[in-house]
């Protein structure tokens, strides 16, 4: 028995392990069967996820489509986001490479096609060569896929393409695009794109009653809201208190026919179109309506537009109204006479006041104009200080001038401007051109004090105005001082400074001086700027800027102590936060050489009421003929410069009525002026706007001739003393309505 236990424990140990019973060590197997659970961790985190990508590799067509849409849905939706931001960032170029793949894909809205236009509307403003380029090539694709209906149609979109090819002077392909667009439905096209194609038709050359059809053919295509009445100029409104809520009147249409009349000569229905406009929403006139008037009529007469305009809290552009001080400034240099010149000064002044409390941005080009005009004034001199070292209640004529001078700066600190070099450069200018030493040593003393130092362009100044001074010492110090200068900069006297040179020793009586210089600098002179020099020698005497003479001294002076006065009320308004009321603090004047009002301001009124107001309204509410007008309630609807809008319309009602009475006298001058030329076999073409940069000398001086004349006739006028009967039937002549 023993032997055969053993045999057979013997042949269990000689089995293989996986045929041992189950009865052998019975923890191992649970061992084993549980594994460490660190292991399978690090083997699934580190997996690369193959199962998923099989799944997404696999042929299941439709789920591959589903997939394809969600993922273009996403990229469209992120282009179309980014595709906004480019065109909020004003960036054409970058709109242009995002456009051509939404184009593609078919994703642009309707707003997209208006936002694309105006982003190169205004690019087509830029004068930049290779930019002007860029967006023609850019205009070309953008039409030519509006057309196609890539881009989706839109009437403002439609209307800015028309104003990019009017304002890039690109009429012809403008026009062919207008008469495209016409053809089309109404979603091309409404009122504001008929306006802005007849700008473009007006610009191109069509007759005013081809022009006229077109406005017409808009109002009948477009009748809704009875625009036809609403901007005719008889149409009365239903609450002259209000705004008007009226939808569907365009304004763009108003500006274009205004634009049409005014290139044209119609003046009168140009006025009666803007006084529309003023009718219906008086504090809505964009920028560019001020622009029309700037540069088709007078200078007085844009005077008033502009004023009319920023009382109700429309404000020009910046450049335009650097342009109307401009003009204001220069017409004196044309024109003699204190009187006439003291008039422009008040008027830039007084459109600074009407500027600043609207709301416009005043900058340092500004002041520097209205500092020369003011400076302007002291185109007088006696012979010597001496002879008349006094004015009008003892006031010295350096302290009076040092007077203006401070406030000019403190207006300047008022409106946060630090005056620049090149406004002390004109005051040194100036200060040649009426023989004041004096004034040439404050101003060097003002560049010190403020911190600034002469430019080459100041030295360059201050040579000119010693010659102007007939100062031959400083003419002979002041030049070595600029070759010093130039010498310090690395650089030589160039032919400019030469001429300079001539121009002041032959002023200061010191042609000496001017030989001994050639003599030793020879080297530096050519042949062709001796020739040059020799010809200047050789001109007539300088002219003196000076004019008058000494009896009309102490009214000057007092001109320049009103126009002092004026700037300081205008700094203490700003300085206490009133400027912005203009309702309160405006000047009653909105006229250079206002027309003479035969009737008081309550008949005024009264007439306007006739005009303005519908009889049957009338008898249910009686117009309160008080003083209602005093100070503006809170719960009136107002301007943004706190005038009601019961008081602005009447303030515009009766600034048109002044406009359209000086344009008739203007214009009936100018005809005069026009026939005796003729008459005298000297054909005389009418004078171009002073504005126009292309005008010349002779045409400046035509037009300021004309100008003069004009307020002549003003002064005639104020002496003939109109009665009200005939300033009324004039009124209803000038706005024709029947008597």
């Known amino acids: 028995m023993k032997h055969a236990s053993t045999s057979s424990r013997q042949s269990t140990q000689s089995l293989p392990s996986q045929q041992r019973p189950r009865t052998s060590a019975p923890s191992k197997p649970r061992e084993k069967r549980t594994p460490a659970p660190s292991k399978p961790r690090e083997k699934r985190t580190s997996a690369p996820f193959k199962p998923r990508k099989k799944r997404t590799s696999a042929p299941f067509k439709p789920r591959g489509k589903r997939t394809s849409a969600v993922s273009n849905a996403r990229v469209n939706a992120l282009t179309l986001l980014n595709f906004q931001r480019l065109i909020a960032s004003s960036d054409l170029d970058a709109v242009m490479n995002a456009y051509l793949y939404l184009a593609k894909e078919n994703a642009l809205k309707r707003s997209d096609s208006s936002h694309i236009a105006a982003l190169l509307h205004n690019a087509g403003r830029s004068r930049l060569g290779v930019l002007v380029n860029r967006v023609k090539e850019h205009a070309g694709r953008i039409v030519e896929d509006y057309r196609l209906g890539i881009l989706p149609p839109h009437p403002r979109a439609s209307l800015h393409l028309i104003s990019y090819f009017k304002e890039s002077g690109q009429h012809d392909k403008g026009v062919e695009f207008w008469t495209w667009v016409i053809g089309q439905d109404d979603a091309y096209s409404g009122l504001s794109t008929y306006g802005a194609a007849i700008e473009l038709l007006a610009a191109y050359g069509k007759s005013l009653e081809y022009c006229e059809e077109v406005y017409m ?74 622009d029309m008037f700037l540069h088709e009529r007078p200078i007085h007469e844009a005077f008033q537009v502009c004023c009319m305009m920023c009382q109700s809290g429309s404000v020009p552009s910046s450049a335009s109204f650097a342009i109307l001080l401009d003009c204001l400034k220069s017409i004196p240099a044309y024109r003699k006479g204190h009187t006439y010149n003291h008039d422009l000064v008040k008027a830039m002044v007084t459109v600074f006041h009407y500027y600043i409390g609207a709301g416009g941005t005043v900058d340092a080009i500004h002041l520097n104009i209205l500092l020369q005009g003011t400076l302007g004034l002291l185109r007088w001199i006696p012979s010597s200080l001496e002879e008349y070292p006094e004015a009008k209640d ?346």
Not at 252 to 280: C, E, F, P
Not at 528 to 555: C, T, V, Y
Request: overall charge neutral; hydrophobic content about 40%.
């Open 394 to 739: 003892g006031t010295h004529i350096e302290s009076t001038v040092a007077d203006l001078l401070s406030q000019l700066f403190n207006l300047f600190t008022r409106l946060g401007l630090t005056p620049a070099i090149n406004t002390f450069n004109n005051i040194i200018s100036i200060s040649g051109k009426l023989h004041f030493r004096w004034l040439t040593t404050l101003a060097m003393e003002m560049i010190e004090a403020v911190g600034l130092s002469p430019d080459l362009v100041t030295y360059r100044t201050l040579l000119i105005a010693a010659g102007e001074s007939r100062d031959a010492g400083a003419t002979e110090s002041i030049w070595g001082t600029l070759k010093d200068y130039v010498g310090k900069e690395g650089s030589t006297l160039g032919s400019q400074d030469w001429k300079l040179l001539v121009r002041a020793t032959k002023n200061a009586g010191n042609v000496v001086f001017l030989n001994k210089q050639m003599i030793l600098h020879q080297c530096q002179l050519d042949s062709n700027l001796m020739r040059e020099i020799n010809a200047q020698l050789s001109n007539g005497e300088p002219r003196d800027f000076r004019e008058g003479n000494e009896r009309h001294i102490p009214r000057r002076i007092n001109f320049v102590a009103d126009i002092c006065a004026e700037l300081k009320q205008l700094d203490e308004l700003i300085a206490n936060g009133l400027i912005g009321n203009l309702f309160t603090t405006s000047p009653s004047q909105v006229s250079i050489w206002p027309w003479p009002q035969p009737a008081e301001q309550e008949k005024q009124r009264e007439f306007y009421d006739d005009l303005t107001l519908d009889p049957a309204l009338r008898k249910t509410f009686p117009v309160d003929t008080t003083d209602a007008y005093a100070a503006p309630s809170a719960m009136v609807n107002q301007t943004p410069t706190g005038i009601p809008l019961d008081e602005i319309r009447f303030r515009n009602w009766k600034i048109i009525n002044d406009l359209l009475m000086q344009a008739e006298l203007f214009e009936a001058r100018v005809e005069r002026s026009v026939d005796e030329a003729v008459e005298q076999g000297k054909p005389m073409k009418r004078a171009r706007s002073l504005k126009d940069a292309s005008v010349g000398m002779d045409e400046r001086k035509l037009a300021i001739t004309q100008l003069s004349d004009h307020v002549l006739d003003i002064r005639i006028a104020r002496r003939r003393k109109m009665t009200e009967e005939e300033w009324r039937a004039k009124i209803l002549e000038l706005r024709r309505h029947d008597p």
């Open 217 to 290: 053919h808009a109002l009948k295509r477009f009748p809704n809201s009875f625009n036809e009445y609403h901007l005719s100029a008889g149409a009365i409104l239903p609450d002259r208190g209000a705004f008007t809520t009226m939808k569907g009147s365009s304004m763009n249409l108003l500006q274009g026919i205004m634009k049409a009349r005014l290139v044209h000569g119609d003046w009168r229905n140009a006025y009666l179109a803007l006084d529309t406009s003023l009718r219906l929403h008086p504090t809505q006139l964009p920028p560019h309506v001020f």
